[in-house]
């Protein structure tokens, strides 16, 4: 299998499994991935966490197969990836990219599709669309002119220029840039501590960070939603869990419920 799932306290682990290519994605893998992300969305986690077997995390579009003369680069992206990356971004609990070696092209995307980036200080990572004369994809406009701002990003687009994990943190593309040997402990670290948390709270809150993004409500709208967002959390057992514990000094336990 090209995608691989494992469970593991309340954590999915999915891992793109073609390393023998970079886990460059083709047509196949596209589909195992998008039937893997359904069943991490449908199944009982409170997080996940998306990385890549082998040397990187993965390399982009399969290009082996490209029949530049015949192929409809439009519908391939239409029916084929942007789904996987759509997908991504529609689950509901939180999802962590845990990104080493090269995160390029389609790589990239999925990586900045998920909620949270980290990377390993070595990785590679960016979109080189420039060497093979095609136009940036996989949501990477947006993602590089709201994180790291237009000009930054059209010098990246231009130059097909790739960065360093440590450079993607420090502009803002990533969350954070780690130790390579350090990076797979502290994700399964950071996705355990969040996938204990209150899960329907955060699955509020990234829905109303996901209408910002996407609407740019008013202040005022924001409020709004954030009372009837906290309206909903407080009818959860993992409130009412929460304000007892508050209230008997002592730590929480979530349910996820």
Do not use: W
Request: glycine share 10%; proline share 3%; hydrophobic share 45%.
């Amino acid at each position: 299998m090209a995608v691989e799932i494992e469970e593991s306290n309340g954590v999915a682990y999915l891992t793109l499994n073609r390393p023998e290519k970079l886990n460059s994605v083709d047509e196949q893998m596209a589909g195992e991935l998008l039937g893997a992300i359904g069943n991490v969305a449908a199944g009982g986690s409170r997080a996940m966490v998306i990385s890549g077997a082998g040397r990187g995390f993965c390399a982009g579009r399969d290009l082996e197969g490209a029949k530049p003369l015949t192929e409809d680069a439009e519908a391939i992206l239409t029916d084929t990836f942007n789904p996987l990356f759509e997908a991504i971004r529609a689950i509901s609990f939180p999802t962590i990219a845990q990104v080493h070696g090269p995160a390029l092209g389609v790589g990239l995307g999925l990586a900045l599709a998920c909620d949270l980036v980290y990377v390993a200080e070595s990785a590679k990572v960016g979109s080189p669309f420039a060497n093979i004369g095609a136009v940036l994809d996989s949501g990477g406009h947006r993602y590089l002119v709201e994180r790291v701002g237009s000009h930054r990003a059209l010098e990246l687009i231009y130059t097909g220029r790739l960065i360093s994990g440590t450079e993607a943190a420090a502009v803002g593309l990533v969350n954070r840039a780690v130790e390579d040997e350090q990076l797979v402990d502290i994700v399964r670290s950071l996705a355990e501590k969040i996938a204990g948390g209150p899960t329907a709270a955060f699955a509020l809150s990234k829905s109303l960070v996901q209408r910002i993004e996407d609407e740019h409500p008013t202040f005022d709208a924001v409020l709004a939603a954030e009372a009837v967002a906290q309206g909903a959390a407080a009818r959860t057992a993992d409130y009412t869990e929460g304000i007892t514990a508050f209230q008997d000094k002592r730590r929480a336990s979530f349910s996820g419920e």
